[in-house]
């Protein structure tokens, strides 16, 4: 079930009026895991069995865990968490990457190895649950919050619809209070929800879909040399559709999840007006970039071992982190190429700051427009990312790289005029509006807004929405 779709909209429906009703908090509570469990069977109702699996273990082995003082009783209950969880992971969504370049790796030394086709479907959004229960087995082995008490409470947590399948990724101390005691959305939660809701699906539905999918598609799914204008335009589209699907997931989900009384945490804040790549990855996929920092780059010693300790969880940070998002050597480029960004940056900002003093820093703080031509070189220099995370192959990102840079002899024209004017419509205006809206907030500037004004506004998304309604895709980070 997908948020973009008249089925979740009735689904919806039914939950906001059984949460509402005068049943006990348990009972409701109930009805949400159930709820969650129907929404997520709606892709493969097997694949449930994975969901209790993990809950279960990771519920007692937590709760063990905290309680044990054994220090070496305490590593096997980690490791058996550990390997639970990423064990899941590895088979579903990477072995049949890992089968491929074993095969490869045995073939190139002379090894004639050719095992059957392996036949592995990938569970819709097992990386987030993943994440999702390992911090909590992580937070137990370390005391840093006590243990869930209810099992209930607990399969909530993991399951709860909103954030189930594309996040955001959610951390116990974050929503496992909220369902200890009876929650029922305000008025102003409940129209908050409705309109970040109705956002969401505008920024999925008329934008990523409408506006930009099609452009990104036939670009990177051409066999030809491009253009430069029809190559980058691809890209731009793909900038933009990516953000729009993804965003538009996170911002449904935060939705949903506030017209039933609840708080999910923020997941992106404007990342294409981010002022070098630090700052990206500050409002690029929050969730996943603080799970990132917390339990892979500050135990491998990033900030707290040298200089080169530090450059080496860095890199090992962002190729985990690209891998994570797909099982194909395209994505650790994607990671890498980020991570050298960040190696580059942070050079510049150390040497800096070492030959500065607060005077300095004060004296050279740049003005508002070299800030906002460092966030397009920034933007600019995403977008070649992009190429290496959007393209299947590296042939193909290669191609595309040729086609941007004018390297094809004869370029093919790809895109129609329509196409290109609905980027260069929609592309420019979304980088504005980050930049805009940078250091401010959706719902503030809602409310800072005359009533007519809004509903003039919301009424014209929910219109395009009806007529645009010919999308019913999955959201991209689905596959992730």
Known sequence: ?????????????????????????????????????????????????????????????????????????KKLLLIVSLIGNLGMLCFFKYGTFFLENFVAFTNAIGIDFHPAEPNIILPAGI??????????????????????KSMLDFSLFVTFFPHLVAGP????????????????????????????????????????DGMLAGSADAVFNSTDMLTALDAWSGVFAFSGQIFFDFAGYSTCAIGVALCL????????????????????????HITLSAWLRDYLYIPLGGNRNGVRRMYFALMLTMLLGGLWHGANWTFVVWGGLHGLYLWVEKFVKDGRAANATEEDVVANMPSQWVRFLYALLTFMLINITWVFFRSGTFAKAWQMLESMFGMATEGKALLTSIALLKIVIVIPAMVMAHWLMRDKKVLDVAYQVSWWKLGLVWSAMILLLIWAQESSSSFIYFQF
Not at 132 to 141: A, E, G, S, V
Not at 175 to 194: I, R, S
Not at 268 to 275: G, H, L, Q, R, T
């Open 169 to 208: 990724i959610v951390r116990p101390p974050q929503l496992v209070p909220q369902f200890e005691n009876p929650h029922a959305a305000t008025q102003k939660q409940m129209l908050d929800g409705l309109l970040l809701l109705s956002l969401g699906l505008f920024m999925k539905v008329v934008l990523a």
């Open 127 to 148: 990386s987030f649950y993943t994440f999702t229960t390992l911090c909590y087995t992580i937070d137990m082995y370390r005391k840093e919050s006590k243990p869930v």
């Open 261 to 284: 009384g609840f708080v999910l945490p923020q997941n992106f804040n404007y990342p294409y007006a981010a002022i070098g790549f630090s700052d990206f990855w500050k409002r690029w």
């Open 1 to 73: 079930m997908v948020f973009n779709s008249y089925t979740f909209i009735a689904f919806l429906a039914v939950i906001l009026v059984l949460h509402n009703l005068p049943f006990s908090w348990k009972t409701k509570k109930v009805n949400l895991l159930l709820a969650s469990y129907i929404f997520y069977a709606a892709w493969n109702p097997p694949f449930i069995l994975l969901l209790w699996l993990s809950t279960v273990v990771d519920f007692f082995v937590g709760r063990a865990l905290y309680t044990q003082e054994d220090p070496t009783k």
